[in-house]
């Protein structure tokens, strides 16, 4: 199987503008413009506000990861780290520029990058676990998703996902990171930066990780609410638990990185999704750009202050125990 090589990698993340230009056409663009015309403002900007006490819950759940490692960010630098990171990741396809929020404890706290790179990891799986489990609930109710034995490898997928901290914290991998081989081939930076991830990963405690747990809830619950607010601001009426079932799978799918801002994949699965409960075409694109109006440019213009306040490159953060400019 040909492997992609950089540039072409890099032209994957076009495609989703390609499907939005696609999906306009398809649509039409004087549908669209019927559905946009009947659009209740006052509820976006509602759900924009909403913005603030999300990242507020998800910079605490951070912070919480931040303390098992022992690391103390305040919760302003904190906030401000992680708007930051949202700036960055909707800017990048599968929002990877969010663990820039590493490089922005290196620099505030003077702590070396690695040491903060297990809560940053930890705090993406979280979402993508929660997603995981209601948009594989939500395949299954809508039947999206083949026979029982390919769910029951998706639910096994998720389960292996929620334990991957605590498999990758056990004893035998640590022996296996400083016997290795491979590893040995490493530069000392990089070398040093797995022993320092994997050190901090064994030190979460299982009550750290249920409190993340408990605050990823909360901040999903203002999600879905902030969601419903874009819902009845385009005029699409559907039950709240449907709603809560097609943009778990919608934002699911929105990680693959063919996009950026999830432009073109998001439309493409609202249409599709919201078909079923006779909503029409334009109407569920018109929903879909209220969602990346309030969370994506909401997310953009909150981040984009914090990033220009403060900018922050990885190039300039402290890895591991040594520079990592110590060897060429």
């Keep these: 199987m040909p492997k992609l090589d950089g540039v072409t990698t890099n032209r994957l993340r076009y495609l989703g503008f390609l499907a939005f230009a ?3 056409w398809y649509v039409g663009p004087r549908n669209l413009l019927q559905a946009l015309a009947g659009t209740r403002f006052s509820y976006l900007l509602a759900a924009l506000v909403l913005n603030l006490p999300l990242i507020a819950l998800k910079t605490w759940r951070w912070q ?4 098992g490692a022992g690391i103390h960010l305040p919760f302003a ?3 401000r780290a992680y708007a930051a990171s949202i700036f960055v990741g909707c800017l990048t396809p599968g929002r990877l520029g969010e663990f820039i929020k590493a490089a922005y404890v290196s620099k ?4 070396v990058a ?3 790179l297990p809560s940053v990891l930890i705090d993406r799986l979280y979402d993508l676990y929660f997603l995981l489990v209601i948009g594989l609930i939500g395949l299954f109710h809508y039947s999206l998703a083949g026979d029982q034995a390919s769910l029951l490898t998706l639910t096994l997928l998720a389960g292996v996902l929620f334990a991957l901290p605590v498999i990758i914290s056990t004893a035998r991998l640590g022996k296996w990171l400083r016997q290795s081989p491979a590893i040995a081939k490493l530069k000392t930076s990089w070398r040093e930066t797995l022993l320092e991830i994997h050190s901090q990963l064994a030190s979460l405690t299982y009550t750290i990780l249920v409190r993340g747990f408990g605050l990823t809830a909360l ?3 203002v999600f879905f609410f902030q969601c419903q607010l874009g819902a009845w601001g385009t005029g699409v009426r559907i039950p709240f638990l449907d709603l809560v079932l097609v943009m778990s799978i919608t934002n699911l799918l929105t990680f693959l990185p063919v996009s950026i801002s999830g432009i073109g994949v998001r439309d493409a699965s609202l249409i599709v999704l919201l078909a079923r409960f006779g909503i029409g075409q334009g109407q569920a694109v018109a929903f879909s750009l209220a969602i990346l109006v309030i969370f994506y440019v ?3 213009l909150l981040g984009g202050i914090c990033w220009v306040w403060e900018p922050v490159k990885l190039g300039t953060a402290r890895l591991g125990g040594a520079d990592s400019g110590d060897e060429k």
């Design 298 to 300: 909401g997310g953009i």
């Design 108 to 111: 505030s706290s003077g702590e």
């Design 64 to 67: 919480v990861l931040l303390l």
């Design 77 to 79: 630098a904190a906030w």
């Design 22 to 24: 696609f999906l306009i």
């Design 219 to 221: 901040a999903y619950l």
């Design 114 to 116: 690695a040491k903060a």
